[in-house]
């Protein structure tokens, strides 16, 4: 890669767009681009409402240090603007005249509303659009059954992808031969900054602080994972990614979910696990990683098929179901005060690092939306704002998922218990004690049930209930009965 440079004036020049594929590596519109002639590199903080970003806080917070990273990868030449991308890659093409725009697609509502306001921008700019797929394993509209429908159950959707789809391509290389141009001054009236500060991303709240202290952010940090994880922790994903306590899960969602690595790199980066010569358990944790990229993959296509599945159950009967309005229950939630050491500690985590484990996931998801019968909209949105790794797609099919309302939902009446829950994965309760520590003096036998231990254990632990720990907020076998009743209503109605 070369310096940017003023002076190329016989190169072609064409402009890379970029979203959230915040990398060199395995670009396959930047590879493209730079076969093609002197790159400008450009990035555009969209405001138009029907096109923002699916971001929330976190992970604005994620997308500010994300842009310095690649700023500083791109040797200062990445131009940053905020306002409308179909106007600004338009000026930009006229003032440099630029005969092509690359980018990679973004397969959600917004993403793709985004693509044809710009694309119709450019064709009226007579400026070329080459676009690619960079961001998931498989284009989404290939992935349907013989009559062209969407799947609405995983495994077949993913036995069928492995035995027809392409492999994923192996991972491209930085570009070798990447000539950029310097950056120059502002375009017209819209915003064209070098300092991503001035995007605005961060907010002014201490929590915010917190998750520099828990993650690096940008594409080395996420090779650097990628090394630790498949040098150390693939050895027993199968069976420890269900532990909270344990490094037994990837924790690469974020870096995926910008762009810092791509899918096909880490379905490659599992490859060496797979060969004969490997034992059989650790070829097994390999395939069970590469299940969940499809599960990624599966839930695209429900979001591609279902643009409006943010807001609109995919089964109509939930639209009659009888949800609770019950604010106070909410923020008990969210706060991680609910009485139920492990659902706290879950939701503590997520606001002290912006990420929660995937199996405290499903347990307060269940909580929320079965216990407390509250809508799973109220979860996607605190997922959505509190999650360094909300993707759109992701985020909106799993919480229709452990609804009972989405595809290849989870039966309703699987309720998830979080004593039970707490007992079996987290045995020796070490993820309680660290995010709930006012607990973390009470004795086993009473971690995941406080309101059950004697008056002299609570005194010894330093907890009153109801004053530094609270207690229950609703009775487990009665909401789960209620929640019952619940669903029957709807499933016999026409």
Same mark, same amino acid.
């Given at each position: 890669m070369s310096y940017p440079r003023e002076d190329v004036l016989d190169s072609p020049r064409v402009i890379m767009w970029f979203r959230t594929d915040?990398?060199?590596?395995?670009?396959?519109?930047?590879?493209?681009? $730079?076969?093609?002639?002197?790159?400008?590199p450009v990035f555009v903080h969209e405001t138009e409402k029907d096109t923002q970003s699916y971001a929330g806080v976190a992970g604005q917070w994620w997308l500010h240090h994300s842009l310095i990273d690649l700023q500083r990868s791109l040797r200062g030449a990445l131009r940053l603007y905020q306002g409308s991308a179909a106007t600004i890659l338009s000026q930009l093409c006229r003032?440099?005249?630029?005969?092509?725009?690359?980018?990679?697609?973004?397969?959600?509502?917004?993403?793709?509303?985004?693509?044809?306001?710009?694309?119709?921008?450019?064709?009226?700019?007579?400026?070329?659009?080459?676009?690619?797929?960079?961001?998931?394993?498989?284009?989404?509209?290939?992935?349907?059954?013989?009559?062209?429908?969407?799947?609405?159950?995983f495994t077949p959707f993913y036995r069928n992808v492995?035995?027809? +789809?392409?492999?994923? @391509?192996?991972?491209?290389?930085? #570009?070798?031969?990447?000539?950029?141009?310097?950056?120059?001054?502002?375009?017209?009236d819209e915003i064209d900054v070098t300092d991503p500060a001035q995007f605005q991303l961060l907010p002014h709240h201490p929590w915010i602080d917190k998750l520099a202290l828990c993650w690096d952010v940008g594409e080395q940090a996420a090779h650097a994972r990628i090394r630790e994880f498949v040098g150390t922790d693939l050895l027993s994903y199968s069976g420890a990614r269900d532990f909270p306590a344990t490094n037994g899960v990837s924790r690469l969602a974020p870096y995926l979910a910008w762009g810092?690595?791509?899918?096909?790199q880490l379905w490659h980066a599992s490859e060496a696990a797979l060969e004969e010569s490997i #034992?059989?358990?650790?070829?097994?944790? +390999?395939?069970?990683?590469?299940?969940?990229?499809?599960?990624?993959?599966f839930s695209t296509t429900q979001l591609y098929a279902n643009p409006h599945m943010r807001r609109e159950n995919l089964r109509a009967k939930f639209d009659k179901f009888p949800w609770r309005k019950n604010t106070a229950d909410l923020q008990r939630w969210q706060r991680g005060l609910t009485g139920y050491p492990l659902v706290d500690a879950g939701m503590r985590e997520l606001w002290d690092t912006g990420y929660m484990h995937n199996r405290v996931r499903m347990v307060v998801g269940s909580f929320l939306v079965k216990n407390l019968l509250l809508h799973w909209r109220h979860g996607e949105d605190w997922f959505r704002d509190c999650l360094l790794d909300a993707d759109y797609a992701n985020n909106c099919a799993s919480w229709q998922w452990v609804a009972g309302c989405g595809a290849d939902a989870a039966p309703y009446f699987r309720i998830f218990n979080p004593v039970t829950q707490?007992?079996?994965?987290?045995? @020796? $309760? $070490?993820?309680?004690?660290?995010?709930?520590?006012?607990?973390?003096?009470l004795p086993l036998q009473y971690i995941f049930e406080p309101w059950k231990a004697p $008056?002299?254990?609570?005194?010894?632990?330093?907890?009153?209930?109801? @004053?530094n720990y609270p207690y229950p907020c609703i009775d487990l076998k009665a909401s789960r009965q209620r929640a019952l009743g619940a669903y029957a209503q709807i499933k016999q109605s026409p």
């Open positions: 915040l990398r060199l590596q395995d670009n396959p519109a930047l590879y493209a681009a $730079a076969q093609q002639g002197t790159v400008i003032r440099y005249n630029v005969q092509e725009v690359f980018y990679n697609r973004n397969y959600t509502p917004t993403g793709m509303a985004l693509e044809r306001m710009v694309e119709q921008a450019l064709l009226q700019e007579q400026v070329s659009s080459s676009v690619y797929n960079g961001n998931y394993l498989w284009v989404p509209d290939s992935l349907t059954k013989a009559d062209g429908t969407p799947y609405q159950v492995l035995e027809h +789809a392409p492999l994923p @391509h192996f991972p491209l290389p930085v #570009p070798s031969q990447l000539e950029l141009l310097a950056v120059e001054p502002a375009i017209s810092q690595v791509s899918p096909n #034992p059989a358990g650790l070829r097994e944790n +390999a395939r069970v990683f590469r299940r969940q990229l499809g599960w990624r993959e707490a007992r079996k994965f987290d045995p @020796h $309760a $070490a993820y309680v004690r660290r995010f709930v520590p006012q607990l973390r003096e $008056a002299t254990v609570l005194r010894a632990a330093g907890i009153e209930l109801g @004053h």
